[in-house]
């Protein structure tokens, strides 16, 4: 298996782990992986508040350039693949909008492109739908047996379920079946379906915050031994900045937050740092000691 | 935070607006509405948004009014509304066409704005640091994938998007 790769902003400008992570676990999974070039934003949901038709350019023009090597698209982060999304359904169903489009990326890129030779996949759709939960459980060798995960999705995955048809955006299973093949168990927990409130922070920061604040009481009263997530918005949200919620709130979490393929990664034998866990930033030793523990 | 006041008195009325947002890439078919309210009582932020009074100001056409909404940009844009509306009506979209119609009469939150001119200036919303990419060569990853920053400035021009958000009317 061969796709196309783009990484999005987030990710290299932040969250490293996430791109080390999956290059770990996709190359035990034999997927070859092709670096999209001069892949820049998507412009995702930032540019569409300003001005909605830059957004689906800048996203239309990601699509064009995964085309034009007819590999389909593996993306990491859930804001691109529904800005990505949004642009094909847009750039398929509005013909003022496909026209001009075509016109703008022959003139900036010299390609003609009509919506053909690539299809865009979340990193969950590939390790479903493409590789299988049956291969993936195979080649788990240290499972996580007793590890209590709180599954976090991503707004940006789930909804609106007509245009991403992804999973059930009321009561998605996809992530649980994952978590759940690496041998830990995905709990329930009260406030899984809401946003993390990463999106306002340029806005409200305060308010953002505290949306983050919610959510990662409502884990810590489910008993979970840590967050896992698909999304660079949210890990940043719950990890990079658990500190800072802290402070808001008044109340502790000490609450450790890992991206899905590194939790797969450890599953699959690999090193902690060989999933770039030393990146993450919150409790991240008390979860190595709950690993010892599973593993005894 | 303030409640929305809809006073119908002395207020000017775009009676084209419900259309002009129909019509638009950002579809919303905000005339099908009935105020249920779904939309509300599922946003994480009700307390602050009220979609469903938003969706019945654009029926109103109260366009004024509209636009300097703070709510507008509190929206996490998680799409809670628009999954559960039983109209199709799409109040998430409603509002990214509320905040794209204030941004060309020059409103726009400081901090947009500003993430919004690094994608202008670097292709991207942040930029790359070389302490990130000296993290990456240790780690063993290759190098961040270089963008051409000339493309995506013809593309702005293309679209305007560098006028509109240094508030120039469009």
Known sequence: MKYAYYTGCLVPARLNQYDLATRKVLGKLDVELVDLEDAACCGTVIARSIDAKTNLMMSIRILALAGSKKLDLLVTCPGCFESLMDAYTVFIENAGFREEAKSILKDIDNISYDGDGSTVKHLIQILINDIGLEKIKAVVEKPLNRLKVAAHYGCHILRPSTKLRVDDAENPKMLDQLVNATGAESIHWMLKQWCCGFPIQAVDRNLSLSIAGAKLRSVRDAEADCIVTICPSCQFQFDVLQNEISKITGEQYSMPVILYPQLLGLAMGLAPEDVGLNLNKASIDRFLERLKEVWK | ?170
């Not at chain 2, 129909?22 to 905000?30: F, I, M, V, W």
């Not at chain 2, 500003?114 to 990456?136: A, P």
């Not at chain 2, 305007?160 to 240094?166: A, P, T, V």
Request: charged share 25%; with cysteine; aromatic share 4%.
């Open chain 2, 1 to 170: 935070m303030s409640e929305i006041v809809v006073s119908l008195k002395s207020t000017k009325v775009d009676p084209f607006l419900k259309q002009q947002i129909a019509h638009s890439e950002l579809d919303g078919r905000s005339l099908l509405c009935t105020q249920c309210g779904i939309c509300t009582s599922g946003c994480p932020l009700g307390e602050y948004i009220k979609p469903h009074k938003i969706v019945r100001m654009v029926n109103l056409g109260l366009r004024d009014q509209l636009i300097h909404l703070r709510e507008i940009w509190l929206c996490t844009t998680c799409f809670t509304c628009s999954q559960r509306c039983p109209q199709d009506v799409n109040p998430a979209n409603i509002i990214f066409n509320l905040k794209n119609t204030a941004s060309r009469h020059g409103i726009i939150p400081a901090g947009l704005r500003e993430i919004c001119r690094n994608i202008l200036e670097e292709g991207r919303t942040l930029k790359i640091t070389t302490g990130r990419e000296r993290e990456r060569e240790k780690l063993g990853l290759p190098k961040t994938v270089t963008v051409n920053i000339e493309k995506i400035k013809r593309l702005m021009d293309k679209t305007r998007f560098d006028k509109i958000l240094e508030g120039g009317k469009v």
